[in-house]
């Protein structure tokens, strides 16, 4: 197997890609780069400095200003920007609204997207997000596209929500995920699309260690 590979991994939200990129990333030994946390930490920044998310000029100056590093500790990753732990902050409700913004605006996605490739392009790396395997490195050694149905994934986010103590409605936890899913595919800027060239897993219906593996056989496989 080649060393240092890049490997992509898209879906939409819910879909385990998270949790899968930083478990192939930790087997591998490979940096994780999880894009959406660039995205939210682009709109937290936002909200801080009371950016307008349409001032396509201000964002772009934030993004030029805007340093974001991963670390790696007790198993999981913090997310770094300009020096803050922002890893929890990222995560509210409001940022995700935001994010789905600031994430439409072209010049920040210009400057994301060469971060993401000066991070990604030396190889050893897996990446993960809606657009990696279609415009960020669309020259990938493997692209995985992770998949389940609506009712799987909106069932997941209810109960890690439960487990939080948040008490919420299954039927408009999975109407949310529809919305999501909605909004990232219908926007006209690097919208969530499978690759041509992407192996699907659906994981309706498989566990973490489940899909972990197939992703470990895959990587194997590799030339
Ligand atoms: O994966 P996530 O929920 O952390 O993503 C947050 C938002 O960022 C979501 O609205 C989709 C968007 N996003 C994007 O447009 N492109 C990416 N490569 C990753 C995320």
Do not use: W
């Amino acid at each position: 197997m080649k060393n240092k590979l890049i490997i992509a991994i898209d879906g939409p939200s819910g879909a385990g890609k998270s949790t899968l990129s930083q478990a192939l990333a930790n087997q591998l030994d490979y940096l994780n780069i999880d894009t959406g946390a660039m995205y939210r930490s682009v709109a937290l920044l936002a909200s801080q400095q009371k950016v307008d998310p349409h001032d396509e000029a201000a964002l772009k100056k934030l993004c030029a200003d805007l340093s974001i590093d991963f670390i790696r500790g007790n198993g999981a990753e913090r997310v770094i920007v300009n020096g803050v732990d922002v890893s929890a902050a990222i995560r509210t409700p409001e940022v995700s609204l935001l994010t789905a913004q600031v994430a439409a605006c072209p010049a920040v996605r210009e400057a994301m997207l060469d971060q993401q490739r000066k991070i990604g392009e030396k190889g050893g790396v897996v990446l993960e997000g809606r657009d990696i395997g279609t415009v960020v490195f669309p020259c990938a050694d493997v692209k995985f596209f992770l998949s389940a149905t609506a009712a799987a994934r909106g069932q997941r986010r209810y109960e890690e929500l439960l487990l939080k103590g948040i008490d919420v409605d299954l039927q408009q936890t999975i109407a949310e995920v529809k919305d999501r899913d909605a909004a990232d595919t219908a926007r006209t800027l690097a919208p969530l699309m499978q690759a041509d060239d992407a192996i699907v897993i659906d994981s309706t219906h498989l566990t973490i260690a489940e899909v972990l593996q197939k992703m470990l056989n895959v990587v194997a496989a590799m030339p």
